[in-house]
């Protein structure tokens, strides 16, 4: 019942920034355990970043000391703040909510950076 949507995607060029965000229904569902997945045409979906219920963060090591995952409970929304951004970023970036081991998936956002 819950709902995760993406937004922030775009065309960018290697070194240039994004913001994405997701917004969730439900009062205070950005307080769950959360993460951010990325998949490129043609590979698996992988891990990014999360942030867990008590605000800790992790992020893969591929994005590092790039990209930060953060939260904002009042707007029910969390972020991904992605800096320097290169070419092997492009990807479709889906955002993941878990409540109570309930996983729900956003649709996902476009992010293409063009060299």
């Known amino acids: 019942q819950v709902q995760l949507v993406e937004s922030g995607g775009g065309l960018v060029q290697v070194g240039g920034s994004l913001r994405l965000s997701c917004a969730a229904s439900g009062s205070d569902y950005s307080t769950n355990i959360m993460a951010w997945y990325r998949q490129a045409p043609g590979k698996e979906r992988e891990w990014v970043a999360g942030?867990?219920?008590?605000?800790?963060?992790y992020s893969a090591e591929s994005v590092k000391d790039r990209f930060t995952i953060s939260r904002d409970s009042a707007k029910n929304t969390v972020y991904l703040q992605m800096n320097n951004l290169k070419a092997e970023d492009t990807a479709v970036y889906y955002c993941m909510g878990n409540r109570g081991g309930i996983i729900v998936w956003g649709q996902g956002t476009q992010v293409t950076v063009s060299s």
């Open positions: 942030i867990n219920n008590n605000g800790l963060t």
